[in-house]
């Protein structure tokens, strides 16, 4: 509903930020293995739902674990932590997107938007939460959404609620 929503200019802006950014998240493998993510990822390998499900981050582990499902079922048979290092990619390039789509709807020409998304997409938190397995991507992306729905020409409230009930399910600190 989202991408239908846009006019096909501002597809291919976001399709275009999305592509760059992600492409450059898989150019670069983070070395740090965080705690979180890490414990995630034994929590994922292990379907250990009672620590998936954890307080602070109800909804990532779960969705961490069905996407590495998928990507079994696809033949990988690699570890769940390069699975979740790679959603968080796509989280993160689906954060930039969002915000170029919002700069652009604010009037902005695609180059200055792209130009934000582009800058989010390399700034040091965002950067560093998309190559790790880290769990604050998933509340990022809906919290840019709920953003963004909010500084709309016609924001809808719900819609807003949704988007933010998202955020704090992904972690409970957005």
Known sequence: PIILSMEPGERRLCFAVFAAAFLLYLAF???????????C???VELSDFKHLVHGN???????GWLFNRAWLVLGYKGPALLALQILDGLLGAAGAAVLASLVRRSGRPDREAALAGAALAVSHAWWFWSLEAQVYMLGSLFAALAAREALGERPRP?????WQACAALGHVGH
């Open 29 to 39: 493998r983070s070395l740090y293995f965080n705690f979180d993510g890490v414990a």
């Open 41 to 43: 990822a034994i929590a």
């Open 57 to 63: 981050h109800l909804a990532y582990g779960v969705v």
């Open 158 to 162: 719900a819609v807003i609620g949704v």
